[in-house]
């Protein structure tokens, strides 16, 4: 017989309904509640604006195996990095996050994710780098901007930032030969007390990700430190989208899960360099792509926030390498 009736939740004290074996309270009970919310803004749903024409890079400027063609030659995981990459990578990371702190001061009502992009075109460039996302698998612009329930890729337009919005920017810079990775989100004017809170906790889970790193542990390990966190607030946690290796290559393969994944079980070493970038959702963790083939949103509409990181395992943790210190460039 078919009932309309409301699905009946645990008790506090009930095995979760789904199926973890945890009780309910320690597992989907605040995700249930969260979710329950309505929608805390007014803003309008983000929709595809008008994409500028492709930025140029002057010729003298080194680029990735990538930039003429779009295509990255798919390459296995490169041996630990000897002294002088090192220099050179810790170079490009401190010059993503400088790149990145001075783009954070240009979010403001009425400026356009293509003018920041614009600017961030012309800072990388003022480094001596490439911008590492342009052309990537035909990705057009030079820098990622996600507003509101976009999650990650989204491409930069002639949408004004409103107030009340949140952005995330995700700067990559190819400099020295190494790609430096780094994304945080931003507020535009006066933003909600949920929004911030979302991102608040998207900034803790990061930081958390990065405190887990020790060599011998598995990479689910720091997976679990994220989500953990992030369950406690009821807010999910995005699994399609994963950090990686980095250096030479964008994205080598180290797999770097933002969830207790199981498929995770390989070891953390020294000298290994990933990124860290955990996206929150403030309802669903289910994502859609539009059909520009980049931009991924929430399935449910409702906000997402990023932070990221490049990191490096020494002997006792992770090194963070995409500080915007400018003794270090
Ligand atoms: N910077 C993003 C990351 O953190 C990747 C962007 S690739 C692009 O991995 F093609 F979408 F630009
Ligand atoms: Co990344
Ligand atoms: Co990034």
Redesign the pocket.
């Known amino acids: 017989m078919k009932t309309n009736s409301a699905p009946v939740m645990p008790g506090v004290n009930d095995p979760c309904w789904c199926g973890s074996g945890q009780k309910y309270k320690r597992c989907h009970k605040a995700r249930d509640e969260q979710q329950k919310q309505p929608a805390q803004n007014q803003a309008q749903p983000i929709t595809p604006g008008r994409v500028s024409p492709m930025r140029t890079v002057p010729e003298h400027i080194p680029r990735p195996e990538y930039a003429v063609s779009g295509r990255p030659t798919s390459r296995p995981l490169p041996p630990p990095m000897n002294q002088e990459q090192l220099a050179r990578m810790k170079k490009s990371c401190a010059a993503a996050a400088l790149v990145l702190e001075s783009m954070g001061k240009l979010v403001r009502p009425g400026i356009t994710t293509d003018e920041i992009d614009a600017a961030t075109h012309a800072a990388y460039i003022a480094f001596g780098g490439f911008p590492s996302?342009l052309n990537?698998?035909g990705?057009p612009k030079s820098l990622?901007t996600s507003v509101n329930e976009v999650v990650c890729?989204g491409i930069p337009d002639d949408r004004a930032l409103q107030d009340g919005d949140i952005v995330n920017l995700?700067v990559?810079i190819f400099l020295h030969g190494m790609h430096g990775?780094t994304?945080a989100t931003f507020e535009c004017g006066k933003v909600d007390e949920l929004s911030k809170k979302l991102i608040r906790v998207t900034k803790e889970c990061l930081d958390l990700g990065i405190a887990a790193v020790k060599p011998g542990r598995r990479f689910r390990d720091v997976g679990r430190a994220i989500a953990e966190h992030a369950h406690r607030y009821g807010f999910g946690v995005v699994r399609k989208y994963a950090g990686?290796g980095i250096g030479e290559i964008f994205?080598a393969p180290i797999y770097v899960p933002h969830w207790d994944d199981p498929d995770a079980s390989h070891v953390i070493e020294p000298g290994m360099i990933f990124?860290i970038?955990p996206m929150l959702n403030l309802g669903t963790d289910d994502v859609r792509e539009w059909d520009d083939g980049?931009t991924v949103v929430t399935a449910d509409g409702k906000r997402s926030a990023q932070f990221?990181h490049t990191v490096h395992v020494t002997e006792s943790g992770a090194e963070v390498l995409t500080v915007p210190d400018r003794s270090k460039l």
């Open positions: 996302t990537y698998h990705f990622c890729h995700d990559t990775d994304n990686h994205h990124t970038e980049w990221e």
